[in-house]
């Protein structure tokens, strides 16, 4: 069974805190995406990594950075926590091509105080 | 550029009835479409997918949708609605490079 795993269901942050989230998936995926979830806009892609050690920004990176040092594992980081980061954020995976399934994680809840 | 646009922010039904959850895409070639399921505080599961094969695609759980090129639309229907169907279903279409582009999201509300 595939699986996409993230390191925290729900995380409480302070403002101006460097906030990591991770993602891990067993499926060999070459392609690994972070997105936010909000009430009334969907998802948002923030970033993707087609690659290790690739990346490219989606359509709102402002604010946060990413790493994948490693083909299983696309990690997501806050630099400095602001309310507005507050968020439900999901990771997903796919293989190659553009028609691919993306496999997504069960989310994490994150809260900046 | 490639937009998704699902034109109802909420859809409520009666148990038993019809579900249609509607939804018309933008795409500048040939698209990948893709129904996503997230039921609350679960995950996003893909329910269906059409990639240029059969224009009538069908998905898990009774839903399927219907490609139609000439109104860029992309409906999920499903013929009887059950109690477990509420959940919120999101409108996908495959962007440029390897991003996918989703819709706001249609919560199906589901009555006995």
């Known amino acids: 069974d595939v699986k996409v795993t993230q390191s925290s269901r729900y995380l409480v942050k302070r403002t101006g805190e460097k906030v990591f989230l991770e993602c891990v998936q067993d499926m060999d995926h070459e392609n690994m995406f972070w997105y936010r979830q909000d009430p009334g806009l969907g998802l948002r892609l923030i970033y993707f990594s087609y690659d290790v050690k690739m990346k490219e920004k989606g359509d709102i990176p402002e604010g946060y950075s990413v790493s994948r040092e490693k083909k299983e594992r696309f990690s997501l980081i806050l630099e400095s926590a602001s309310t507005n980061q507050t968020s439900m954020y999901l990771c997903?995976?796919?293989?190659?091509?553009?028609?691919?399934?993306?496999?997504f994680g069960p989310g994490t809840r994150l809260t900046v105080l | 550029a490639q937009s998704v646009t699902q034109l109802d922010s909420h859809v409520s039904v009666s148990e038993g009835t019809p579900v249609l959850l509607r939804c018309n895409y933008s795409?500048?070639?040939?698209?990948?479409l893709f129904w996503y399921v997230q039921h609350p505080n679960k995950g996003l599961q893909l329910l269906l997918k059409?990639?240029?094969?059969?224009?009538l695609v069908k998905g898990i759980n009774g839903f399927e949708a219907e490609f139609k090129k000439s109104e860029t639309s992309f409906h999920l229907t499903k013929p009887s609605a059950h109690m477990s169907d509420a959940a919120e279903y999101f409108c996908v279409v495959s962007g440029a490079g390897t991003a996918l582009i989703f819709g706001k999201g249609t919560t199906l509300s589901v009555s006995s």
């Open positions: 059409y990639t240029s094969a059969a224009t």
């Open positions: 795409s500048s070639y040939s698209p990948s």
């Open positions: 997903a995976s796919r293989t190659m091509g553009t028609s691919g399934e993306q496999f």
